[in-house]
């Protein structure tokens, strides 16, 4: 077993890096714009993704109550009837008179709209808000079984969100496979960045390779240099890519949070709770890349 | 030993739809501490079979074994193991430019994993050896020919290997450097110990050494395999 001087094939790989530095160069650019634009396409989909599943009112069934008032022990036997229902997480009752105060208090700046109603001349009814968990067929199931006149006749119309909710998932899958599709041919672009700067690296060297191949350089010898080079390649890029990022999103991040109504209808989770996960990921990115570009063209181009 | 039966090596041409024949039913049995002139003109297939000695190649029938190795059936991972045991000089000297003369003696022994302390007690001993100890910091480009040529030699050398190859070392040197590298290869195969192959067309330089076997190729065939040197230049 031959024992290399570590130190002797890091200085190796460096001086490899050095001396093909224009294409090293022209490699960290090119996997740097793919590290960034994936990286951006990733944090959009993340924070779309945090706001879609903030919309936790999606799994909520709200059903409202008969015209006539419900006498209050009927109200505590419907509370028990509902929560003893399967998938029904929690149940939420709102009487006629908190429902008119909620109102006054989300149109306080109007109040106008409802001076006529008073408590005596309340237009709001009972009102029962169920959360539910499980399938969509559970789902489907409790609303059978609310919509059933002869199970719960106190109920008067009952509304659910499960067709926006199908509609926003499928969005959120949908966003997935594009993110994974533009992922794979941003990996496949970099994997073909990196094989060409390491075939041009190999061809710059040939003679040199030849001669240690006529010496006795076993094959792990010649390529280890060059896998180190593009890995090295791969790290400057991450690197770079993601200062580029974080200045790039807390810019984006200032811009959004200053506007108010945009803060408002939008989430955005700041720099310092992603950027980890920013970081791993393109790390992760330079390393795969630049281990199979560099492996498949060693495997290739240089021969024991 | 060396021992090549029925070796024939055959390339396709750039078009791929002819071949050449570079060597053809070669029998050549070289014994451990000889010393061989391989002649013959360009193409003769003296470059083939250096190749197909340091399993740069493989041949295309026959069967090639040296020290034990058989070449056509040696497996990948054993390869470099059988070719740091050939030391190799080229004609154009191959050193590293940007190395001095010392760094390309110790890159021999690097990429055989040796240790520093080793390298550092060996290359010395083969500069001084082959005489250029005093060039040992100087880079190719500042010394002369002959002096390239030492250090190739020394590069060569320097892992101690049972078999030396000398591709056409007088090539690029003046008739009195030529002989003086000539003389310095025969010397190294003198004590038995080590197989100098040294590949030339220089017929007239090798008269001088008699008592030496010299095989003669044309058209990738052995014509002439004796000591006796004038009926090469026959």
Not at chain 1, 251 to 275: E, M, V
Not at chain 2, 101 to 109: G, P, T
Not at chain 2, 202 to 222: A, M, P, S, T, W
């Amino acid at each position: 077993m031959r024992r290399y001087s570590f130190s002797y094939l890091m200085s190796r790989s460096f001086k490899g890096f050095s001396r093909n530095s224009l294409m090293s160069l022209a490699s960290i650019l090119i996997l740097t714009s793919c590290m960034l634009v994936s990286g951006s396409f990733g944090l959009i989909i993340y924070n779309l993704y945090v706001n879609l599943n903030s919309l936790n009112e999606l799994n909520e069934i709200v059903c409202m109550c008969n015209y006539e008032k419900i006498p209050d022990e009927q109200l505590d036997d419907l509370y028990n009837r509902l929560t003893a229902l399967p998938h029904v997480e929690s149940v939420k009752f709102t009487s006629r008179e908190e429902a008119l105060a909620n109102m006054r208090e989300k149109y306080a700046q109007h109040p106008q709209v409802l001076s006529r109603f008073s408590e005596e001349n309340n237009p709001f009814f009972e009102i029962y808000t169920i959360t539910y968990s499980g399938s969509d067929q559970d789902a489907t199931n409790l609303l059978f079984t609310l919509r059933n006149k002869s199970e719960f006749p106190e109920f008067r119309t009952v509304e659910d969100k499960l067709e926006t909710a199908n509609t926003l998932e499928k969005l959120k899958n949908t966003i997935l496979w594009i993110f994974g599709a533009f992922m794979i041919v941003l990996v496949f672009i970099s994997i073909i960045i990196i094989m060409n700067t390491v075939r041009m690296a190999i061809s710059s060297r040939s003679e040199e390779i030849e001669i240690m191949r006529y010496i006795g350089a076993t094959g792990w010898f010649i390529s280890f240099p060059f896998m180190i080079e593009s890995l090295f390649t791969g790290f400057i890029s991450a690197v770079i890519a993601f200062f580029l990022q974080f200045l790039t999103y807390n810019y984006l991040f200032s811009l959004l949070t200053k506007n108010s109504s945009a803060s408002n209808l939008i989430q955005i989770a700041p720099f310092s709770q992603l950027w980890y996960f920013v970081a791993l990921g393109f790390l992760a990115l330079s390393f795969i890349t630049c281990y199979i570009g560099s492996k498949i063209s060693l495997s290739k181009y240089i021969k024991v | 030993m060396i021992e090549f039966k029925h070796v024939t090596k055959t390339y396709r041409s750039a078009t791929r739809e002819t071949t050449v024949t570079a060597l053809n039913d070669i029998n050549l049995k070289i014994d451990d501490g000889e010393v061989v002139f391989l002649v013959g003109s360009n193409g003769a297939g003296k470059t083939t079979l250096m190749r197909l000695l340091t399993r740069m190649e493989t041949p295309t029938s026959g069967s090639l074994i040296v020290n034990k190795y058989d070449l056509r059936k040696i497996r990948k991972r054993k390869i470099p193991e059988y070719r740091s045991q050939i030391g190799m000089d080229f004609q154009d000297f191959k050193l590293f430019p940007k190395y001095t003369v010392y760094e390309n003696v110790a890159f021999a022994m690097r990429v055989l994993g040796k240790s520093s302390k080793a390298i550092k007690t060996t290359v010395p001993l083969v500069l001084s050896m082959l005489d250029i100890s005093a060039r040992a910091n100087h880079f190719p480009m500042e010394i002369s020919g002959g002096e390239q040529q030492r250090t190739a030699l020394a590069r060569a050398l320097v892992n101690n290997p049972k078999i030396l190859i000398a591709d056409e070392p007088t090539a690029n040197l003046s008739p009195s450097m030529s002989r003086e590298v000539m003389d310095l290869l025969v010397s190294l195969g003198e004590n038995g110990k080590r197989t100098v192959l040294i590949i030339t067309h220089d017929v007239k330089l090798i008269q001088n050494y008699n008592n030496i076997r010299v095989v003669k190729f044309e058209h990738g065939k052995i014509v002439y395999d004796s000591k006796n040197t004038e009926a090469a230049n026959a």
